[in-house]
């Protein structure tokens, strides 16, 4: 089941899906939570962070897990996505470092930490809500269209479209990382809420295949989400422009 929320522009965006997941936390201040890096979420974390601050939230029993690692990219490197959530959301808030999941792309056994991942998102009891970006290829997590899609955490060669969009975070396009360690469609689909922001033209074709697609299709990743009975898809004007409201 997929709940749309179509608003304004990114701040919107930010601001909507960040009152949304405040309130879940509220409801439930021990949530086990899924987290997204790259630009869309960029402003939803400073509006957790501003509500940190106001004293309106608390993280001290948030658990989080991520749903992307590159492999082979140096964490302290600023455009590893350890580096990304650091400097986004977990120096600012009271999360419990203990309580804070990354895969780790430079371990020399990537089997052995797929396994440790998907092991201990089942320990803590699942996750109970997953937030989510779109690529403009509609992958989700860094599930790449291909015909065949994985279930659990795995290693994923990255499709070009997501090398080119992701170059911005880099020096040059021949410093993007050619794998990432990523969940599933499994390990996404078993959360029990998912929440997926959305801004901008580009996305719009991404987010006509997750509305209107009539079948699930592994070429378009995100047409997976039609399986799940709990998505909440806030998106702005720009990325609702191919789906008639
Ligand atoms: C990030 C992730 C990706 C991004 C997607 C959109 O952890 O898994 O699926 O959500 O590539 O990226 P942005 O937000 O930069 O457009």
Do not use: C
């Amino acid at each position: 089941m997929l709940n749309l929320i179509v608003v304004k522009d990114y701040d919107e965006m930010s601001l909507v899906s960040a009152n949304w997941l405040a309130d879940e936390i509220n409801k439930d201040p021990s949530l086990v939570l899924g987290l997204a890096t790259g630009g869309t979420p960029e402003g939803l974390y400073a509006n957790l962070i501003k509500m940190y601050k106001k004293g309106s939230l608390d993280f001290s029993s948030i658990k989080t897990f991520n749903l992307d690692e590159y492999v082979s990219l140096p964490r302290e490197n600023e455009s590893s996505y350890y580096t990304y959530m650091h400097n986004h959301l977990f120096d600012h808030v009271n999360l419990n470092p203990n309580n804070i999941h990354l895969m780790d792309g430079n371990v020399t056994n990537l089997t052995i930490e797929r396994q440790r991942y998907d092991q201990l998102i089942l320990d803590k009891g699942g996750i109970d809500i997953q937030l989510l970006g779109v690529g403009v290829n509609g992958h989700i997590g860094f599930n790449e269209p291909d015909s065949t899609l994985k279930i659990d955490v795995h290693v994923t060669r990255l499709a070009k479209e997501t090398i080119s969009a992701n170059a911005r975070y880099f020096n040059s396009i021949t410093e993007v990382p050619k794998f990432s360690l990523t969940m599933g469609i499994g390990s996404i689909l078993r959360a029990k809420k998912i929440i997926l922001i959305a801004d901008g033209e580009h996305k719009a074709k991404a987010i006509k295949d997750l509305f209107r697609s009539e079948v699930i299709d592994p070429l378009k990743p995100v047409t997976f989400l039609r399986l799940h009975p709990d998505v909440t898809v806030i998106i702005d004007e720009k990325a609702a422009k191919e789906i008639e409201l």
